[in-house]
């Protein structure tokens, strides 16, 4: 019998399941304060909005999700969020103001969708996305005996 300590298994699950070629997931778990997080719900709608006035629905998922790890304790009312694709740079933002205009969010949002690998350089974002940038992530790749997958 193995008597190694185990892992708690994370409730609710922390999956998302992606319906889109791109999401964008929006932190909506505070455990700061040990509640859901009433600015990542108002920026979840709000996003959601603005991706599908700018045409962008069919390209962008916008989720909510549990907690992202990159949020600032002392900045009670900002937010995380990442945008993710297969194939693609996964990058993560913090401190965004959800009471701020969206107009940087979805700019970024054409511009991942534009590139093939979503890598860019910190200067091409939006300067409010630029100044909070937490991660760029590589693209995973999987590599098998019959060769890469990604």
């Known amino acids: 019998m193995d008597d190694r300590p185990r892992r708690p298994v994370g409730t609710p699950a922390y999956s998302v399941a992606q319906s889109a070629p791109h999401q964008i997931l929006v932190c909506k778990a505070c455990k700061h304060k040990g509640s859901q997080c009433e600015p990542g719900f108002a920026l979840l709608k709000k996003l959601r909005a603005a991706i599908a006035a700018a045409g962008l629905g069919d390209e962008f998922e916008v989720s ?81 005996l019959a060769g890469p997958i990604q």
């Open 64 to 144: 909510g999700t549990a907690c992202l790890a990159g949020c600032v304790p002392d900045h009670g009312g900002s937010c995380v969020l990442g945008w993710r694709a297969n194939g693609k740079a996964t990058w993560l933002f913090g401190d965004i103001d959800p009471a701020q205009p969206v107009d940087d969010l979805v700019a970024f949002a054409r511009l991942y969708a534009a590139l093939e690998d979503g890598w860019m350089s910190a200067k091409d974002c939006p300067p409010r996305l630029c100044d909070n940038t937490l991660a760029r992530i590589p693209a995973a790749m999987i590599v098998t």
